[in-house]
């Protein structure tokens, strides 16, 4: 079964200072998915990053990019220029590239790290 | 508006009744999700489902029951509540693409059982 790792509950980072987030999964496959959603105390999830396993290129969103590491199945996530309104928490997800059935479809989250920004 | 939507946003019961937490999406959306957040957990799948009428159990289904009657309601009933079925309770759709059909997410309900 894949399982995600974020390994650090908290983190702190100064506004305009870049902040990296680790994320770790286990797998056996080869081809997947990998997101970073953001949690603020609004309660809502919000698609923040997304990588496919096949592509190389790291993918990158305005002031958010990740570091994907496929043989060392890590995913981390940088922010630069970090802003007050990045605070939140952040969740780290895996999803299979299979497409037969529900079950695969479903995305398997890690246990988040929340972010504060310091003025 | 088109989106996911959850009802009640709060909700407080009394343990051993029945709650229902309402799931609406308006992007016909193939795959529904129930997850429950807690804190030290992430996020953990209840039950899922594939299309109306096709449902099937996550990683923490017990004590909780879904129906998929019509393509955008996914309800999520509790039985008979427990303590610890406390935590935030979120749905979620997407459609049958791959990579460009991502998670979509409703707003949450908080759900307390006393």
């Known amino acids: 079964a894949q399982t995600v790792t974020q390994s650090q509950p908290e983190m702190s980072v100064q506004e305009a200072e870049t902040v990296t987030l680790s994320c770790t999964y286990d797998?056996?496959?080869?081809?997947?998915?990998l997101f970073w959603y953001k949690q603020p105390p609004s309660r809502q999830m919000i698609l923040v990053i997304r990588?496919?396993?096949?592509?190389?290129q790291n993918a990158t969103e305005n002031r958010f990019s990740v570091n994907f590491q496929k043989a060392a199945k890590s995913f981390s996530l940088k922010i630069s220029d970090s802003q007050l309104g990045d605070a939140a928490m952040y969740f780290c997800?895996?999803?299979?590239?299979?497409?037969?059935?529900?079950?695969?479809?479903?995305?398997?989250f890690g246990t988040g790290t929340l972010l504060a920004v310091q003025p | 508006d088109a989106g996911i939507t959850q009802s009640p946003r709060y909700k407080i019961t009394e343990t051993g009744r029945q709650v229902t937490l309402m799931c609406h999406q308006t992007?016909?959306?193939?795959?529904m999700f129930w997850y429950r957040q807690d804190l030290g957990h992430g996020l953990r799948l209840i039950y899922y489902?594939?299309?109306?009428?096709?449902?099937d159990k996550g990683e923490v289904p017990d004590g909780y029951v879904v129906s998929r009657s019509k393509t955008e309601n996914f309800p999520l009933t509790l039985e008979s509540a427990t303590r610890s079925q406390t935590s935030v309770y979120f749905c979620?759709?997407?459609?049958?693409?791959?990579?460009?059909?991502?998670?979509?997410f409703g707003n949450g309900t908080r759900l307390t059982v006393t």
């Open positions: 979620a759709s997407r459609g049958t693409g791959g990579f460009n059909s991502p998670l979509h």
């Open positions: 797998t056996s496959e080869s081809d997947y998915y």
């Open positions: 990588q496919e396993a096949y592509k190389q």
């Open positions: 997800a895996y999803r299979t590239e299979l497409n037969y059935g529900g079950a695969t479809n479903k995305l398997i």
């Open positions: 992007w016909s959306h193939s795959y």
């Open positions: 489902s594939a299309a109306a009428d096709i449902t």
